[in-house]
């Protein structure tokens, strides 16, 4: 019988890997034909660094995610698994910061450096990296979530003598 | 008999007590702060003036002044608020550090400043990787999307930013290790001591 600690663990591993992967399916297909002042161009992921680093980061954390799912409850890897969490939450923040930053730029424009938010002409573009960012975004938190649950797991003894 | 191999137990003890790595931590959180502080500063007086001249009527020009403010980017003032709570956060821990060793919670003393080193980390990375790509977009534009860039007309500016981003990045590192080194001091330290009741 699965205990409720380890089912409660691979429930949230598992929202995790799902959320991950979507934001990196949703990034990655996200490509759209615009016309900009009568010249038509492509907008895709890889216009944009930002984008190509947030695809990049949330891939390597779905495969480590899909991996860490099939860890057996007993191994000592454990505490390597608490370890990575901590290094792959950093990788996850950053790349959603970077790419949020240059999503809000391409939404809103910059009016004093004279660059033209594109949104309005690439809209289905827009909407999908939205969706990606969300989609990081929500892997992110349980991954934070999970990262607290491990650390009060693990320092069980030391909070009952609280 | 038994209090003198208890007294000797002590001594033994203590002298394997990591007392250099207090030293360490110390000075490496105090690297950090000068490191975050540097960059708030240099980021927060970030500004730089041009006058351009735009048109002409008659024989006088008419000049434009525009301004280069690290406001004008929401990423910018981003990473000024993460790197200034980093700093204010490595000040207070020095400061318990240093005078407040007797603070503590319920034991959980350890436990708070790993886990507040580690949520300092996470907000320094996110500050950080946001305003190097503010500025790599800025320096060299986006052709894609007719994306200009900036650095060739405000280049005090784009030196500046710079400057406050790799003073960032080493309070990055610095903060990493100082968070895996709170954590490795949350996770070795000695929990029954000879005082305490085991039931």
């Given at each position: 019988m699965i205990k409720p600690k380890r089912l409660l663990s691979l429930l949230l591993r598992f929202i995790a890997f799902g959320t991950t992967l979507a934001a990196v399916i949703l990034m990655a297909t996200s490509h759209e034909k615009g016309t900009f002042f009568a010249v038509s161009y492509e907008a895709k992921y890889t216009d944009t660094p930002a984008f190509k680093y947030f695809v990049i980061a949330y891939a390597i954390v779905t495969v480590y995610g899909f991996l860490v799912l099939f860890l057996p409850p007993g191994s000592p890897i454990w505490r390597l698994v608490l370890a990575l969490d901590l290094v792959f939450i950093m990788l996850l923040i950053s790349s959603i910061s970077a790419a949020m930053a240059i999503a809000q730029v391409g939404k809103n424009g910059n009016p004093r450096a004279a660059w033209l938010p594109v949104c309005g002409q690439v809209p289905k573009f827009c909407n999908q990296v939205t969706g990606a960012l969300v989609a990081g975004f929500i892997a992110l938190i349980t991954y934070i979530i999970l990262l607290l649950y491990s650390i009060y797991n693990f320092l069980n003894p030391l909070f009952e003598k609280a | 008999m038994a209090l003198q191999n208890e007294d000797k137990l002590e001594v033994g003890y203590s002298s394997l007590q990591p007392k250099p790595k207090k030293w360490v931590l110390l000075m490496l959180r105090l690297l950090a702060f000068f490191a975050t502080a540097a960059a708030t500063v240099v980021m927060g007086l970030n500004k730089e003036t041009k006058t351009l001249v735009v048109a002409t009527v008659g024989t006088t020009p008419i000049k434009a002044t525009l301004t280069a403010k690290f406001q004008h980017t929401p990423a910018f003032v981003f990473f000024v608020i993460a790197n200034g709570l980093a700093s204010m956060h490595n000040l207070v821990m020095i400061m318990g550090d240093l005078?407040?060793?007797?603070?503590?919670?319920k034991g959980l003393r350890l436990a708070m400043i790993a886990i507040l080193d580690m949520m300092t980390v996470a907000l320094i990375s996110g500050g950080a990787s946001a305003a190097a790509f503010m500025a790599e977009l800025g320096k060299n534009g986006n052709s894609h999307a007719r994306w200009n860039s900036i650095c060739d007309k405000y280049k005090t500016f784009c030196d500046h930013g710079g400057g406050a981003l790799i003073a960032s990045f080493a309070g990055l590192i610095l903060m990493l290790i100082i968070s895996v080194m709170s954590i490795i001091k949350l996770l070795i330290k000695p929990k029954p001591d000879s005082t305490t009741v085991v039931p």
């Open positions: - | 005078f407040g060793q007797k603070l503590d919670y």
